[in-house]
């Protein structure tokens, strides 16, 4: 079955440093790749996404590649803020499998101090 | 549209009383998500509803727990009865059916099985 892995947090890092959340996946179709994002106390929010291989995902400084030789999908940022300390989940959408459903990783909790 | 709408936020309960929880989707979306989350597990899918008909229960966790949904605005999850291992924090999302699944998620539900 579909499946998501994400390395394990909490990340720590100042203000100002790059960020790499690393993200690999196994699907049996072509599936579309998401990062979601999760502020404390609430939802789960589209932070960018991708539907093919080579795409570029982008929004708020966040990047994303979508690596299918690889099966990779790892979220980075140029320069993290104190505003970026979150819950950050990647997911999978494989029409391959049916209907099209949602596959998340355990999430990783970045922590950003000043 | 104001998002998707999860009732209550939080609820507290006794060991053995039923739980109802509340969700209204987005208007004119025809998917419909249930998720637990807990430190341990993460976030679970519990069931999916396609134009209110629920395709996949596979991830509810026994027969304590059920979902309805009986109209395109309105869907419900019921715990009976109730148990401590329950608590954690029930999301509900909706989303247009399609080549690209965008999730969009409520607040959640805390909930708390003393």
């Known amino acids: 079955g579909d499946s998501v892995t994400q390395m394990e947090g909490p990340v720590t890092l100042s203000e100002e440093a790059f960020l790499t959340i690393n993200c690999t996946y196994t699907?049996?179709?072509?599936?579309?790749l998401f990062w979601y994002v999760q502020y404390p106390g609430e939802g789960l929010q589209l932070l960018l996404k991708?539907?093919?291989?080579?795409d570029k995902g982008s929004n708020k400084g966040f990047e994303a590649t979508y690596r299918k030789e690889t099966t990779s999908f790892h979220l980075e940022k140029g320069s993290v803020q104190v505003s970026d300390s979150a819950v950050y989940f990647c997911?999978?959408?494989?029409?391959?499998?049916?209907?099209?459903?949602?596959?998340f990783g355990k999430g990783t909790m970045l922590l950003v101090s000043p | 549209d104001a998002g998707v709408i999860q009732s209550p936020r939080h609820e507290v309960t006794e060991m053995g009383q039923e739980v109802t929880l509340r969700c209204k989707p987005i208007?004119?979306?025809?998917?419909l998500f249930w998720y637990r989350q807990t430190m341990m597990r993460g976030l679970e899918l519990l069931i999916y509803?396609?134009?209110?008909?629920?395709?996949?229960d596979s991830g509810m966790p026994e027969d304590r727990f059920s979902a309805k949904m009986p109209n395109a605005s309105f869907s419900t999850l019921k715990i009976q009865p109730s148990e401590p291992r329950d608590s954690a924090v029930y999301f509900c999302?909706?989303?247009?059916?399609?080549?690209?699944?965008?999730?969009?998620f409520g607040q959640g539900t805390r909930l708390t099985v003393v």
């Open positions: 999302a909706s989303s247009l059916t399609g080549e690209v699944t965008e999730a969009f």
């Open positions: 699907a049996t179709g072509y599936p579309s």
């Open positions: 991708a539907t093919k291989a080579d």
């Open positions: 997911a999978l959408s494989d029409p391959g499998s049916g209907y099209s459903t949602l596959t």
């Open positions: 208007s004119g979306h025809n998917s």
């Open positions: 509803f396609n134009n209110n008909v629920p395709i996949d």
